[in-house]
């Protein structure tokens, strides 16, 4: 068995068969970077105020990544998911 008979020719081991799609689902596969910078891109619209927080939620049941004018939010998507990262350690 070769590796396109493995994935189908679909994204599963970055081979030169790697579409980036699910050959079944037809699914784009979006890298960390992406998904980072599309929130940055959001952010950088600045709908409201242009910063964001990820915070846990004040009902206790999760966290939000949110823009916002709280204290402590900044420019940054990446910056406030480290500042979330850091004060839970």
């Known amino acids: 068995m070769d590796c ?4 189908d020719g ?4 970055n081979c030169e068969h790697d579409t980036g799609m699910y050959e079944d689902e ?5 890298s960390d970077t992406d998904l980072l910078n599309y929130l940055q891109k959001l952010t950088d619209d600045a709908k409201y105020t ?3 927080i990820l915070r846990d939620s ?7 990544l949110m823009e916002t004018s709280w204290d402590g939010c900044v420019p940054d ?9 850091e004060s839970h350690k």
């Open 77 to 85: 998507v990446r910056e406030a998911i480290i500042n979330y990262i």
């Open 50 to 52: 242009g910063k964001v």
């Open 58 to 64: 004040t009902s206790g049941r999760g966290w939000r």
């Open 10 to 13: 679909g994204k599963c081991c």
């Open 26 to 30: 037809k699914t784009t596969i979006y």
């Open 4 to 7: 396109y008979d493995k994935c």
